[in-house]
Protein backbone atom coordinates (compact mmCIF):
# COMPACT_ATOMS: atom_id res chain seq x y z
CA UNK A 1 0.00 0.00 0.00
CA UNK A 2 1.19 3.32 -0.76
CA UNK A 3 2.02 5.69 1.81
CA UNK A 4 -0.40 9.26 1.47
CA UNK A 5 0.34 11.93 -0.21
CA UNK A 6 3.63 10.30 -1.11
CA UNK A 7 2.57 7.96 -3.95
CA UNK A 8 5.42 5.58 -2.61
CA UNK A 9 4.61 1.52 -2.20
CA UNK A 10 5.51 -1.57 -1.99
CA UNK A 11 6.10 -4.18 -4.52
CA UNK A 12 5.70 -7.71 -4.95
CA UNK A 13 9.62 -8.20 -5.94
CA UNK A 14 9.98 -6.45 -2.45
CA UNK A 15 11.51 -3.13 -3.80
CA UNK A 16 10.15 -0.07 -2.91
CA UNK A 17 8.83 2.44 -5.42
CA UNK A 18 8.59 6.02 -5.58
CA UNK A 19 5.92 7.69 -8.93
CA UNK A 20 6.65 11.08 -9.54
CA UNK A 21 4.25 13.14 -12.37
CA UNK A 22 6.46 13.91 -15.11
CA UNK A 23 3.94 16.21 -16.84
CA UNK A 24 0.89 15.58 -18.86
CA UNK A 25 -0.59 14.67 -22.11
CA UNK A 26 -2.68 16.60 -24.38
CA UNK A 27 -6.03 15.68 -22.37
CA UNK A 28 -3.97 16.69 -18.87
CA UNK A 29 -3.75 12.90 -17.80
CA UNK A 30 -0.50 13.08 -15.43
CA UNK A 31 2.02 11.24 -17.05
CA UNK A 32 4.26 8.76 -13.99
CA UNK A 33 8.14 8.44 -13.57
CA UNK A 34 9.48 5.85 -11.46
CA UNK A 35 12.05 5.53 -9.38
CA UNK A 36 12.85 2.24 -7.40
CA UNK A 37 14.95 1.68 -3.87
CA UNK A 38 15.62 -1.47 -1.36
CA UNK A 39 13.78 0.46 1.45
CA UNK A 40 11.19 3.51 2.09
CA UNK A 41 13.95 5.83 3.44
CA UNK A 42 16.15 4.80 0.02
CA UNK A 43 13.44 5.15 -2.71
CA UNK A 44 12.11 8.77 -0.76
CA UNK A 45 15.14 10.15 -1.14
CA UNK A 46 15.53 9.57 -4.82
CA UNK A 47 12.45 11.29 -5.30
CA UNK A 48 13.53 14.06 -3.26
CA UNK A 49 16.67 14.16 -5.16
CA UNK A 50 14.75 14.04 -8.99
CA UNK A 51 12.32 16.79 -7.41
CA UNK A 52 15.26 19.20 -6.35
CA UNK A 53 17.80 18.29 -9.49
CA UNK A 54 15.52 18.13 -12.31
CA UNK A 55 11.81 20.27 -11.21
CA UNK A 56 12.68 22.81 -8.54
CA UNK A 57 15.86 23.49 -9.95
CA UNK A 58 14.91 23.95 -13.86
CA UNK A 59 17.64 22.02 -15.17
CA UNK A 60 14.83 20.09 -17.29
CA UNK A 61 11.39 21.76 -17.66
CA UNK A 62 7.70 19.35 -17.48
CA UNK A 63 7.54 19.44 -20.82
CA UNK A 64 10.86 18.38 -21.97
CA UNK A 65 11.12 15.44 -19.32
CA UNK A 66 8.09 14.41 -20.41
CA UNK A 67 9.62 14.32 -24.14
CA UNK A 68 12.69 12.36 -22.36
CA UNK A 69 10.58 9.88 -20.81
CA UNK A 70 9.75 8.88 -24.15
CA UNK A 71 13.18 8.54 -26.00
CA UNK A 72 14.51 5.16 -26.97
CA UNK A 73 17.68 3.33 -25.99
CA UNK A 74 18.60 3.14 -29.94
CA UNK A 75 18.24 7.31 -29.79
CA UNK A 76 20.59 7.32 -26.76
CA UNK A 77 23.16 4.74 -28.18
CA UNK A 78 22.95 6.91 -31.54
CA UNK A 79 23.71 10.33 -29.88
CA UNK A 80 26.36 8.11 -27.69
CA UNK A 81 28.08 7.08 -30.80
CA UNK A 82 28.30 10.08 -32.35
CA UNK A 83 29.27 11.92 -29.74
CA UNK A 84 32.14 9.49 -29.06
CA UNK A 85 33.18 9.35 -32.89
CA UNK A 86 35.02 13.00 -32.25
CA UNK A 87 37.31 11.94 -29.71
CA UNK A 88 38.50 7.92 -30.02
CA UNK A 89 40.21 6.21 -32.87
CA UNK A 90 38.41 4.87 -35.79
CA UNK A 91 39.42 1.27 -34.44
CA UNK A 92 37.80 1.79 -31.30
CA UNK A 93 34.64 3.87 -32.63
CA UNK A 94 34.09 0.81 -35.20
CA UNK A 95 34.89 -1.59 -32.09
CA UNK A 96 31.72 0.11 -30.30
CA UNK A 97 29.28 -0.05 -33.44
CA UNK A 98 29.74 -3.24 -33.29
CA UNK A 99 28.92 -4.03 -30.05
CA UNK A 100 26.13 -1.57 -30.02
CA UNK A 101 24.44 -3.03 -33.39
CA UNK A 102 25.21 -6.95 -32.79
CA UNK A 103 24.52 -6.56 -29.14
CA UNK A 104 22.80 -3.84 -27.60
CA UNK A 105 19.90 -2.93 -30.26
CA UNK A 106 18.78 -5.99 -31.29
CA UNK A 107 16.87 -6.67 -27.48
CA UNK A 108 17.52 -3.24 -26.14
CA UNK A 109 17.08 -0.71 -28.98
CA UNK A 110 13.66 -0.37 -29.44
CA UNK A 111 12.55 0.23 -25.61
CA UNK A 112 12.25 3.52 -23.96
CA UNK A 113 15.65 4.42 -22.15
CA UNK A 114 13.72 5.13 -18.84
CA UNK A 115 11.57 1.86 -18.67
CA UNK A 116 14.94 -0.08 -18.15
CA UNK A 117 15.89 -1.08 -14.88
CA UNK A 118 18.98 -2.41 -13.47
CA UNK A 119 18.02 -6.02 -12.83
CA UNK A 120 17.26 -6.20 -16.58
CA UNK A 121 20.62 -5.33 -17.70
CA UNK A 122 22.48 -7.84 -15.44
CA UNK A 123 20.18 -10.68 -16.69
CA UNK A 124 20.84 -9.21 -20.18
CA UNK A 125 24.64 -9.64 -19.57
CA UNK A 126 24.24 -12.85 -17.40
CA UNK A 127 22.25 -14.68 -20.54
CA UNK A 128 24.92 -12.60 -23.05
CA UNK A 129 27.51 -14.61 -20.95
CA UNK A 130 25.46 -18.23 -20.47
CA UNK A 131 24.24 -18.69 -23.80
CA UNK A 132 20.48 -19.62 -24.29
CA UNK A 133 20.51 -21.07 -20.59
CA UNK A 134 19.43 -19.71 -17.80
CA UNK A 135 21.50 -16.87 -16.73
CA UNK A 136 24.65 -17.61 -14.46
CA UNK A 137 24.86 -16.38 -10.85
CA UNK A 138 27.87 -13.53 -9.79
CA UNK A 139 29.00 -16.62 -7.68
CA UNK A 140 30.40 -18.67 -9.93
CA UNK A 141 34.10 -19.18 -10.21
CA UNK A 142 36.23 -17.40 -13.18
CA UNK A 143 36.09 -18.83 -16.04
CA UNK A 144 37.53 -18.30 -19.17
CA UNK A 145 36.25 -20.56 -21.12
CA UNK A 146 33.00 -19.60 -24.22
CA UNK A 147 29.41 -21.11 -22.88
CA UNK A 148 27.49 -22.74 -26.01
CA UNK A 149 25.75 -20.09 -27.31
CA UNK A 150 27.56 -17.71 -25.40
CA UNK A 151 30.05 -15.11 -25.62
CA UNK A 152 33.35 -15.08 -23.94
CA UNK A 153 33.65 -13.11 -20.63
CA UNK A 154 36.12 -10.57 -21.91
CA UNK A 155 33.43 -9.45 -24.29
CA UNK A 156 30.17 -9.10 -22.38
CA UNK A 157 32.84 -6.92 -20.12
CA UNK A 158 33.28 -4.81 -23.90
CA UNK A 159 29.60 -4.84 -23.52
CA UNK A 160 28.89 -4.12 -19.96
CA UNK A 161 31.76 -0.86 -20.47
CA UNK A 162 29.74 0.18 -23.51
CA UNK A 163 26.41 0.44 -21.37
CA UNK A 164 28.20 2.11 -18.37
CA UNK A 165 29.21 4.79 -20.68
CA UNK A 166 25.77 5.68 -22.56
CA UNK A 167 24.63 5.66 -18.59
CA UNK A 168 26.92 8.28 -18.16
CA UNK A 169 26.36 10.18 -21.40
CA UNK A 170 22.36 10.04 -20.26
CA UNK A 171 22.90 11.44 -17.38
CA UNK A 172 25.13 14.02 -18.12
CA UNK A 173 22.25 14.93 -21.13
CA UNK A 174 19.64 14.85 -18.09
CA UNK A 175 17.54 11.65 -19.93
CA UNK A 176 15.47 9.80 -17.40
CA UNK A 177 17.93 7.16 -15.99
CA UNK A 178 16.69 4.16 -13.92
CA UNK A 179 19.83 1.96 -14.03
CA UNK A 180 21.28 2.37 -10.80
CA UNK A 181 23.39 0.34 -8.28
CA UNK A 182 25.97 -2.45 -9.20
CA UNK A 183 26.06 -3.52 -12.76
CA UNK A 184 27.09 -7.82 -13.19
CA UNK A 185 30.64 -7.89 -14.61
CA UNK A 186 31.83 -11.63 -15.64
CA UNK A 187 34.71 -12.75 -13.31
CA UNK A 188 37.48 -14.12 -15.69
CA UNK A 189 41.22 -14.53 -15.45
CA UNK A 190 43.81 -14.06 -18.02
CA UNK A 191 44.21 -16.82 -20.56
CA UNK A 192 47.53 -18.80 -19.91
CA UNK A 193 49.89 -17.66 -22.73
CA UNK A 194 52.47 -20.02 -24.15
CA UNK A 195 56.02 -18.65 -24.36
CA UNK A 196 58.77 -20.71 -26.89
CA UNK A 197 61.15 -22.86 -24.78
CA UNK A 198 64.98 -21.89 -25.29
CA UNK A 199 65.13 -24.75 -27.95
CA UNK A 200 62.22 -23.81 -30.14
CA UNK A 201 63.12 -19.96 -29.66
CA UNK A 202 67.20 -21.52 -30.96
CA UNK A 203 65.43 -23.37 -34.01
CA UNK A 204 63.49 -20.51 -34.93
CA UNK A 205 66.28 -18.01 -35.20
CA UNK A 206 68.73 -20.38 -37.07
CA UNK A 207 65.86 -20.52 -39.70
CA UNK A 208 65.63 -16.92 -39.43
CA UNK A 209 69.20 -15.68 -39.53
CA UNK A 210 69.67 -18.46 -42.68
CA UNK A 211 66.66 -17.78 -44.51
CA UNK A 212 67.32 -14.05 -44.67
CA UNK A 213 64.26 -13.49 -46.54
CA UNK A 214 62.51 -10.08 -45.63
CA UNK A 215 59.43 -11.64 -43.94
CA UNK A 216 61.43 -13.56 -41.34
CA UNK A 217 63.11 -10.02 -40.69
CA UNK A 218 59.56 -9.46 -38.34
CA UNK A 219 59.76 -12.93 -36.74
CA UNK A 220 63.52 -11.57 -35.44
CA UNK A 221 62.28 -8.16 -34.51
CA UNK A 222 59.36 -9.75 -32.44
CA UNK A 223 62.05 -11.95 -30.57
CA UNK A 224 64.44 -9.35 -29.93
CA UNK A 225 62.04 -6.29 -29.65
CA UNK A 226 58.72 -7.40 -28.86
CA UNK A 227 57.03 -5.64 -31.66
CA UNK A 228 53.42 -5.98 -32.12
CA UNK A 229 52.24 -8.28 -35.24
CA UNK A 230 50.34 -4.95 -36.65
CA UNK A 231 53.44 -2.61 -35.93
CA UNK A 232 55.71 -5.17 -37.95
CA UNK A 233 53.12 -4.98 -40.78
CA UNK A 234 53.10 -1.33 -41.04
CA UNK A 235 57.41 -1.00 -40.77
CA UNK A 236 59.09 0.59 -43.59
CA UNK A 237 62.72 0.66 -43.79
CA UNK A 238 62.85 4.17 -43.06
CA UNK A 239 61.56 3.29 -39.70
CA UNK A 240 65.00 1.67 -38.90
CA UNK A 241 67.70 3.70 -38.27
CA UNK A 242 70.61 1.91 -38.71
CA UNK A 243 73.45 4.33 -37.45
CA UNK A 244 72.04 4.60 -34.03
CA UNK A 245 70.47 0.69 -33.87
CA UNK A 246 66.89 1.88 -33.51
CA UNK A 247 63.59 1.33 -34.55
CA UNK A 248 60.66 3.93 -34.10
CA UNK A 249 57.31 2.46 -34.04
CA UNK A 250 54.89 5.03 -35.31
CA UNK A 251 52.36 3.38 -37.18
CA UNK A 252 49.84 -0.15 -36.87
CA UNK A 253 48.08 -1.87 -39.38
CA UNK A 254 44.80 -3.51 -38.32
CA UNK A 255 41.63 -4.86 -39.66
CA UNK A 256 38.33 -3.00 -38.82
CA UNK A 257 34.48 -3.89 -39.23
CA UNK A 258 33.22 -1.01 -41.42
CA UNK A 259 30.39 1.43 -39.86
CA UNK A 260 28.00 1.40 -42.20
CA UNK A 261 27.88 -2.28 -42.54
CA UNK A 262 24.04 -4.24 -41.44
CA UNK A 263 25.20 -6.09 -38.62
CA UNK A 264 22.09 -8.74 -40.10
CA UNK A 265 24.46 -9.82 -42.70
CA UNK A 266 27.89 -10.83 -43.04
CA UNK A 267 30.06 -7.67 -41.91
CA UNK A 268 32.21 -5.86 -43.99
CA UNK A 269 36.13 -5.01 -43.13
CA UNK A 270 38.60 -3.06 -43.89
CA UNK A 271 42.60 -2.53 -43.68
CA UNK A 272 43.23 0.50 -41.42
CA UNK A 273 46.44 2.19 -40.87
CA UNK A 274 46.95 4.14 -37.75
CA UNK A 275 49.01 5.19 -34.91
CA UNK A 276 49.10 2.44 -31.91
CA UNK A 277 46.42 2.18 -29.74
CA UNK A 278 47.90 4.24 -27.08
CA UNK A 279 50.40 6.83 -26.84
CA UNK A 280 53.18 5.26 -25.30
CA UNK A 281 53.01 2.42 -28.10
CA UNK A 282 54.46 5.32 -29.89
CA UNK A 283 58.33 4.24 -28.99
CA UNK A 284 61.71 4.05 -29.83
CA UNK A 285 63.37 0.42 -29.49
CA UNK A 286 67.15 0.09 -29.40
CA UNK A 287 68.07 -2.95 -31.34
CA UNK A 288 70.60 -5.64 -29.92
CA UNK A 289 73.87 -5.18 -32.27
CA UNK A 290 73.77 -8.50 -33.87
CA UNK A 291 69.98 -7.57 -35.34
CA UNK A 292 71.24 -4.29 -36.19
CA UNK A 293 73.74 -5.76 -38.18
CA UNK A 294 71.76 -8.49 -39.54
CA UNK A 295 69.51 -5.67 -40.65
CA UNK A 296 72.65 -4.12 -42.39
CA UNK A 297 72.96 -6.85 -44.64
CA UNK A 298 69.07 -6.74 -45.88
CA UNK A 299 68.39 -2.66 -46.04
CA UNK A 300 65.91 -1.57 -48.71
CA UNK A 301 65.17 1.81 -49.72
CA UNK A 302 63.12 3.71 -47.40
CA UNK A 303 59.50 3.31 -48.50
CA UNK A 304 59.74 -0.20 -48.46
CA UNK A 305 57.70 -2.66 -46.00
CA UNK A 306 60.76 -4.43 -43.80
CA UNK A 307 58.32 -7.72 -44.03
CA UNK A 308 57.88 -7.40 -47.57
CA UNK A 309 61.01 -6.13 -49.37
CA UNK A 310 58.37 -4.19 -51.33
CA UNK A 311 56.37 -0.91 -51.70
CA UNK A 312 52.97 -3.20 -50.48
CA UNK A 313 52.31 -4.18 -47.01
CA UNK A 314 50.27 -7.63 -45.79
CA UNK A 315 47.82 -7.71 -43.34
CA UNK A 316 48.29 -9.49 -39.96
CA UNK A 317 46.27 -12.32 -40.98
CA UNK A 318 48.27 -13.03 -43.73
CA UNK A 319 51.63 -12.09 -41.48
CA UNK A 320 50.18 -14.83 -39.14
CA UNK A 321 49.46 -17.56 -42.29
CA UNK A 322 52.83 -17.37 -43.26
CA UNK A 323 54.45 -17.39 -40.09
CA UNK A 324 52.56 -20.49 -38.98
CA UNK A 325 54.03 -22.15 -42.26
CA UNK A 326 57.65 -20.91 -40.65
CA UNK A 327 56.66 -22.67 -37.67
CA UNK A 328 55.36 -26.07 -39.23
CA UNK A 329 58.86 -26.20 -41.58
CA UNK A 330 60.97 -25.50 -38.36
CA UNK A 331 58.90 -28.62 -36.39
CA UNK A 332 57.84 -26.26 -33.90
CA UNK A 333 54.38 -26.63 -32.50
CA UNK A 334 51.61 -23.89 -33.25
CA UNK A 335 52.10 -20.84 -31.36
CA UNK A 336 50.39 -17.53 -32.48
CA UNK A 337 52.32 -14.58 -33.36
CA UNK A 338 51.86 -13.20 -30.18
CA UNK A 339 53.74 -15.95 -28.61
CA UNK A 340 56.86 -13.81 -29.67
CA UNK A 341 56.24 -10.82 -28.04
CA UNK A 342 55.51 -12.72 -25.01
CA UNK A 343 59.06 -14.61 -25.42
CA UNK A 344 61.28 -11.48 -25.62
CA UNK A 345 59.73 -10.29 -22.31
CA UNK A 346 60.27 -13.32 -20.48
CA UNK A 347 64.01 -13.83 -21.93
CA UNK A 348 64.39 -10.25 -20.92
CA UNK A 349 63.14 -10.43 -17.33
CA UNK A 350 65.26 -14.20 -16.83
CA UNK A 351 68.70 -12.00 -17.68
CA UNK A 352 67.84 -9.48 -15.55
CA UNK A 353 66.61 -6.81 -17.61
CA UNK A 354 65.44 -3.50 -15.88
CA UNK A 355 61.55 -3.50 -15.62
CA UNK A 356 61.46 -0.07 -15.96
CA UNK A 357 63.30 -0.30 -19.36
CA UNK A 358 61.49 -3.20 -20.53
CA UNK A 359 57.92 -1.84 -20.04
CA UNK A 360 58.58 1.33 -21.66
CA UNK A 361 60.23 -1.10 -25.01
CA UNK A 362 57.11 -2.92 -24.99
CA UNK A 363 54.90 0.24 -24.91
CA UNK A 364 52.65 -0.42 -21.53
CA UNK A 365 51.82 2.54 -19.88
CA UNK A 366 53.24 1.03 -16.25
CA UNK A 367 55.32 -1.74 -15.19
CA UNK A 368 52.33 -3.54 -13.03
CA UNK A 369 51.11 -4.07 -17.10
CA UNK A 370 54.34 -5.46 -17.85
CA UNK A 371 54.62 -7.86 -15.26
CA UNK A 372 51.02 -9.16 -15.03
CA UNK A 373 50.49 -10.03 -18.50
CA UNK A 374 54.38 -10.58 -20.13
CA UNK A 375 56.23 -11.82 -17.82
CA UNK A 376 56.32 -15.75 -17.59
CA UNK A 377 59.25 -16.91 -15.44
CA UNK A 378 60.57 -20.65 -16.49
CA UNK A 379 60.79 -23.22 -13.63
CA UNK A 380 64.94 -22.57 -14.49
CA UNK A 381 64.27 -19.09 -13.53
CA UNK A 382 62.45 -19.75 -10.83
CA UNK A 383 64.88 -21.83 -8.93
CA UNK A 384 67.43 -20.01 -9.34
CA UNK A 385 65.83 -17.20 -7.46
CA UNK A 386 65.11 -20.09 -5.09
CA UNK A 387 68.98 -21.11 -4.27
CA UNK A 388 69.81 -17.23 -3.48
CA UNK A 389 68.39 -18.22 -0.15
CA UNK A 390 71.22 -20.12 0.45
CA UNK A 391 73.10 -17.53 1.61
CA UNK A 392 71.16 -16.85 4.78
CA UNK A 393 71.11 -20.06 6.05
CA UNK A 394 74.40 -22.37 7.59
CA UNK A 395 73.31 -25.54 5.76
CA UNK A 396 72.59 -23.53 2.81
CA UNK A 397 76.09 -22.37 2.85
CA UNK A 398 77.71 -25.68 2.88
CA UNK A 399 74.91 -26.69 0.27
CA UNK A 400 77.00 -24.58 -2.27
CA UNK A 401 80.36 -24.90 -0.91
CA UNK A 402 80.16 -28.48 -1.93
CA UNK A 403 78.18 -28.18 -5.44
CA UNK A 404 75.44 -30.67 -4.31
CA UNK A 405 73.08 -30.74 -7.45
CA UNK A 406 69.60 -32.80 -7.58
CA UNK A 407 69.46 -35.81 -8.45
CA UNK A 408 66.03 -36.72 -10.86
CA UNK A 409 63.65 -38.91 -9.02
Request: some cysteine.
Amino acid sequence: MGRRGENIRKRKDGRWEARIIAGYDSKQKAKYYSVYGKTYSEVKAKKNAWLEDRLLAGTVQVQDYQTRLQVSFEQVCTEWLDFKQKEIKESSYAHYVHLVQRHLLPELGARNFSSIATEEINNFLQTKLQGNGTPISETKEPCNEIPKDGLSPKTVSDIRSVIVQILDFAKDRKYPVNITGKLFFPKHTQPAIRVLSKQEQLLLEEYAFQDQSPFTLGILLALYGGLRIGEICSLKWKDIHLKHGEVHIERTLLRIQETDSKPEYSPKTKLLLEKPKTANSIRTIPLPEFIAEHLKSLRQSPEIYVITGTTTWIEPRTCLDKYKKVLKKVGIDDYNFHALRHTFATRCIETGFDLKSLSEILGHANVNITLQRYVHPSMELKRQQMNRLETLSIRGQKVGQNNVKYEEN
